[in-house]
């Protein structure tokens, strides 16, 4: 077995520049009566990421058939996190578009984008969607942790899962307070040079009485405009963000839990109309987002029929713009406007029954509606509603020794959702399908230390308000005396947007390999996906002096609407891995993507290039410290149709160092310091109007009370 490992290792470590890592938190070794100096680091206790968001019940991340990955709240500490790029951004198959401004970032999941990613804030969906603004307006500072899960997901989550699905976790009493504490109070104070950034951060907890926990938090966060690498700033890019969480959770009669939510978040912003450009067009913009909740959990251990979530919701999103100049569409002083607002319920339940000794399955079961309703002052922004249906059952079944004569363990998960939805808006007819997204996956560990696994899934997504009902003015070209307009034009006839993808993948998970605090996880996987009435925005604007005559009224007139793209195909690559040590860790992370219409042949616009991304921490336990270093390489992206999209390659250095003294007076103390971009680098990312921050001197200052 020994020579196994051996072998293993010394092939990953040849390999090690494609490979990528989800980690778990990892306790600090204890103190012993001795000096410090003296002390050999004492075996860790290695914890496996554990996922929720993969098939709703907590399950090991690397034997989940499928590919997920799992951030925790010291990820985000560590990091520094100022916007979501900054929690998931670096993770293996995703990328965000749209430039350094965080209200333009637009998540991005194996090219898939905007509504064909799933994204939830504590179970809540979030279905604001926007030509050019974000689409998630959440603060960092408030989360416990996120997971991505990677590949198709409408079998469990419905609409919009054809790339994914990302979820962000907030705050609970248990992450500042242990469990023979009953109240906390911590504040953070944090500074960051490239967006001339300021941070404050507080945060109560308490337990008064056994089974009530109550979160209080509150963030605010000021940044002005964004020094490049060049040296040059990023006009027009003030944000003064103020975010807060109450939360409240209520545990009686043994099993049951009710616990409600509420999060904010408030930006008022001066920059471009569209955040992910650098043009003018400059507006006063205020971005609101209220997210309610209201969950009721029944979990009892001996209850293998019943195991129950419920969950009620409402999220608002509001982007409100004053025009502050006349550069653009429009006059100084034209107010803008989109609001959306998603009513929404889950409930689902899960039975578990042991078949023999040697077999078991758990299934969860359920159903879902949601409501959005949308609000436009805008033009190409309706108003508009729509109403979501669906069910859902997925069964895991598990067997050791399967068949009776293979070694190992086998896992099975077969899944089925149905849902139906209608659209309906102002300026044409309504929109309405159904759609049965199955889904197939399966894990086989012939031993403790290896795995195999397949799946195969259907996903859809139904056409956007955006897409169905826009009106009104998409851009004007000024032509001496005259104006060339281009028009938005509805398309209620647009079909759901459907996929196909097959993912097959291996998995290693070593232990004890230079000695007994050690591990080594990797898990790579290769996935196809076909995808058919895919929706893309066609503009037809007629050349000026080539197809038309500019100065006939009309004549150069062009219109935008969004159309049914027959066919298109994407295939990629992912790899992750972590190797664990009582004294340092290596993370490292791989991912590529290609993707075409195969009607035409045209690239699709959502792909990234190649990158590999690799995290290196030192452990130093006696002074409480670690110091890291944080690579990312991504390769010249030419997989574009237009050469003004192409981008030349990057290499980017992080350096971060925390300090958090355990014992003595400063207790509860932490600092945290770091370099981002250390080498000053000018680079710009795919589909993004505008470069990324240059070198950026960061710290972090925080401190926790618990009694």
């Given at each position: 077995?020994a020579s196994t490992?051996?072998?293993w290792l010394s092939l990953?470590?040849?390999?090690?520049l494609s490979?990528?890592?989800?980690?778990a938190?990892v306790a600090?070794p204890?103190e012993?009566?001795?000096?410090?100096a003296q002390v050999?680091?004492?075996?860790?206790?290695?914890l496996?990421?554990?996922?929720v968001?993969a098939?709703?019940n907590?399950v090991?991340?690397?034997h989940?058939?499928?590919?997920?990955?799992?951030?925790?709240r010291e990820?985000?500490?560590?990091?520094q996190a100022?916007t979501i790029?900054?929690v998931?951004?670096r993770l293996?198959g995703v990328?965000?578009?749209g430039g350094?401004?965080?209200?333009g970032?637009?998540?991005s999941i194996?090219?898939?984008?905007g509504?064909d990613?799933?994204?939830?804030i504590?179970?809540?969906?979030q279905n604001?969607?926007s030509?050019?603004?974000?689409r998630l307006?959440?603060?960092p500072?408030?989360?416990?942790?996120?997971?991505v899960l990677r590949?198709?997901?409408?079998?469990l989550?419905?609409?919009g899962g054809l790339?994914g699905?990302m979820?962000f976790r907030?705050?609970?009493?248990?992450?500042?307070?242990?469990?023979?504490?009953?109240?906390g109070?911590?504040n953070s104070?944090?500074?960051?040079?490239a967006?001339d950034?300021?941070?404050?951060?507080t945060t109560?907890?308490?337990?008064p009485?056994?089974n009530?926990?109550?979160?209080?938090?509150?963030?605010k966060?000021?940044s002005?405009?964004?020094?490049?690498?060049d040296?040059t700033?990023?006009?027009?890019?003030n944000?003064d963000i103020?975010?807060g969480?109450v939360?409240?959770g209520?545990?009686f009669?043994?099993?049951?839990?009710?616990?409600?939510s509420?999060?904010f978040f408030n930006n008022?912003?001066?920059?471009?109309?569209?955040?992910?450009?650098?043009?003018?067009d400059?507006v006063?913009?205020?971005?609101?987002n209220?997210t309610?909740r209201?969950s009721?959990?029944y979990d009892?251990?001996?209850d293998?029929?019943?195991?129950?979530?419920?969950t009620l919701?409402?999220?608002?999103?509001?982007?409100t713009?004053?025009?502050?100049?006349?550069?653009g569409?429009g006059?100084?002083?034209e107010e803008?406007q989109?609001?959306?607002?998603?009513?929404?319920f889950?409930?689902e339940?899960?039975?578990?029954?042991?078949?023999?000794?040697?077999?078991?399955?758990?299934f969860?079961?359920g159903?879902?509606a949601?409501?959005?309703e949308q609000?436009?002052?805008?033009?190409?922004v309706p108003?508009?509603?729509?109403?979501?249906y669906?069910a859902?059952?997925?069964?895991?079944l598990?067997?050791?020794?399967p068949?009776g004569v293979?070694p190992?363990?086998?896992?099975?998960?077969?899944?089925?959702r149905?849902?139906r939805?209608r659209s309906?808006?102002?300026?044409?007819g309504?929109?309405s399908?159904?759609?049965?997204s199955?889904?197939?996956?399966a894990?086989?560990?012939?031993?403790?230390?290896?795995?195999?696994?397949?799946?195969?899934g259907?996903?859809?997504?139904?056409?956007?308000?955006?897409?169905?009902?826009?009106s009104?003015?998409?851009?004007q070209?000024?032509?001496?005396?005259?104006?060339?307009?281009?028009?938005?034009?509805?398309?209620?006839?647009l079909?759901p947007?459907r996929?196909?993808?097959f993912?097959?993948?291996a998995?290693?998970?070593f232990?004890?390999?230079?000695d007994e605090?050690?591990?080594l996880?990797?898990?790579a996987?290769?996935?196809?996906?076909?995808?058919k009435d895919f929706i893309?925005?066609?503009v037809n604007?007629?050349?000026p002096f080539?197809?038309?005559?500019?100065?006939i009224?009309?004549n150069?007139?062009?219109?935008t609407?969004a159309?049914?793209v027959a066919?298109?195909?994407?295939s990629?690559?992912e790899v992750e891995a972590v190797?664990?040590?009582?004294r340092?860790?290596l993370a490292?992370?791989y991912?590529?993507?290609d993707g075409r219409?195969?009607?035409?042949g045209?690239y699709l616009?959502?792909?990234f290039p190649?990158?590999?991304?690799a995290d290196?921490?030192?452990?130093?336990?006696?002074?409480?410290?670690?110091l890291g270093w944080?690579?990312t390489?991504a390769k010249?992206?030419?997989?574009?149709?237009?050469e003004a999209?192409?981008?030349d390659?990057y290499?980017?250095?992080?350096l971060y160092?925390?300090?958090?003294p355990s014992?003595?007076?400063?207790?509860?103390?932490?600092?945290d310091l770091?370099?981002?971009n250390?080498?000053?680098?000018t680079?710009?990312?795919a589909?993004?109007?505008a470069?990324?921050?240059?070198?950026n001197?960061k710290g972090?200052?925080s401190?926790?009370?618990?009694w």
């Amino acid at each position: 077995m020994a020579s196994t490992r051996g072998l293993w290792l010394s092939l990953l470590l040849g390999t090690s520049l494609s490979a990528g890592v989800a980690f778990a938190d990892v306790a600090e070794p204890a103190e012993e009566a001795e000096e410090v100096a003296q002390v050999a680091p004492q075996p860790l206790v290695l914890l496996s990421p554990i996922s929720v968001t993969a098939t709703r019940n907590p399950v090991d991340a690397f034997h989940y058939p499928g590919m997920v990955s799992v951030v925790d709240r010291e990820d985000i500490r560590r990091e520094q996190a100022s916007t979501i790029d900054d929690v998931v951004g670096r993770l293996p198959g995703v990328s965000f578009l749209g430039g350094p401004r965080r209200s333009g970032q637009v998540p991005s999941i194996r090219g898939f984008s905007g509504p064909d990613v799933v994204l939830l804030i504590d179970g809540v969906r979030q279905n604001f969607n926007s030509g050019h603004d974000g689409r998630l307006f959440l603060e960092p500072s408030l989360l416990r942790g996120a997971e991505v899960l990677r590949g198709s997901a409408s079998s469990l989550y419905g609409s919009g899962g054809l790339g994914g699905v990302m979820e962000f976790r907030t705050l609970r009493a248990e992450d500042v307070l242990a469990p023979d504490e009953s109240y906390g109070l911590e504040n953070s104070f944090g500074y960051g040079s490239a967006r001339d950034e300021v941070v404050w951060t507080t945060t109560g907890v308490a337990r008064p009485v056994e089974n009530l926990d109550l979160v209080g938090s509150v963030t605010k966060r000021n940044s002005g405009t964004i020094r490049l690498g060049d040296g040059t700033r990023l006009r027009d890019t003030n944000d003064d963000i103020l975010s807060g969480l109450v939360k409240g959770g209520l545990s009686f009669q043994d099993y049951h839990r009710l616990e409600a939510s509420a999060l904010f978040f408030n930006n008022d912003a001066e920059e471009p109309n569209n955040p992910q450009g650098d043009g003018p067009d400059v507006v006063d913009k205020e971005i609101r987002n209220r997210t309610y909740r209201l969950s009721y959990e029944y979990d009892n251990p001996t209850d293998q029929w019943l195991n129950l979530n419920a969950t009620l919701y409402h999220a608002q999103n509001e982007v409100t713009e004053t025009r502050l100049d006349d550069l653009g569409a429009g006059p100084r002083g034209e107010e803008l406007q989109r609001d959306v607002n998603t009513l929404g319920f889950r409930l689902e339940n899960r039975s578990s029954f042991v078949l023999s000794d040697a077999s078991s399955v758990r299934f969860t079961y359920g159903m879902e509606a949601n409501r959005d309703e949308q609000d436009g002052r805008s033009p190409g922004v309706p108003d508009g509603d729509a109403t979501l249906y669906g069910a859902f059952a997925q069964a895991e079944l598990e067997w050791a020794e399967p068949f009776g004569v293979l070694p190992g363990n086998l896992q099975v998960i077969p899944g089925v959702r149905f849902d139906r939805y209608r659209s309906s808006g102002e300026v044409a007819g309504s929109n309405s399908d159904s759609a049965l997204s199955p889904r197939l996956a399966a894990s086989y560990s012939p031993t403790d230390w290896g795995m195999l696994f397949a799946s195969y899934g259907e996903a859809f997504r139904a056409p956007t308000f955006d897409e169905l009902y826009p009106s009104g003015t998409h851009f004007q070209i000024p032509i001496g005396p005259a104006t060339i307009v281009n028009r938005f034009v509805p398309n209620p006839d647009l079909k759901p947007q459907r996929s196909r993808t097959f993912e097959i993948g291996a998995g290693l998970n070593f232990q004890e390999i230079l000695d007994e605090s050690d591990s080594l996880h990797l898990k790579a996987a290769r996935y196809w996906t076909r995808a058919k009435d895919f929706i893309d925005l066609e503009v037809n604007q007629p050349a000026p002096f080539v197809d038309c005559i500019p100065f006939i009224p009309g004549n150069c007139d062009g219109t935008t609407q969004a159309v049914n793209v027959a066919r298109a195909k994407l295939s990629g690559n992912e790899v992750e891995a972590v190797y664990d040590h009582s004294r340092f860790r290596l993370a490292l992370g791989y991912a590529d993507i290609d993707g075409r219409n195969d009607e035409t042949g045209d690239y699709l616009g959502v792909l990234f290039p190649p990158r590999v991304t690799a995290d290196a921490t030192l452990r130093i336990p006696e002074i409480d410290s670690f110091l890291g270093w944080r690579v990312t390489h991504a390769k010249r992206f030419t997989k574009t149709d237009d050469e003004a999209e192409e981008r030349d390659a990057y290499t980017t250095h992080d350096l971060y160092f925390g300090w958090a003294p355990s014992d003595g007076l400063l207790t509860g103390l932490r600092i945290d310091l770091g370099v981002d971009n250390v080498t000053d680098k000018t680079y710009a990312r795919a589909y993004a109007g505008a470069n990324e921050p240059g070198r950026n001197f960061k710290g972090l200052v925080s401190y926790r009370l618990t009694w």
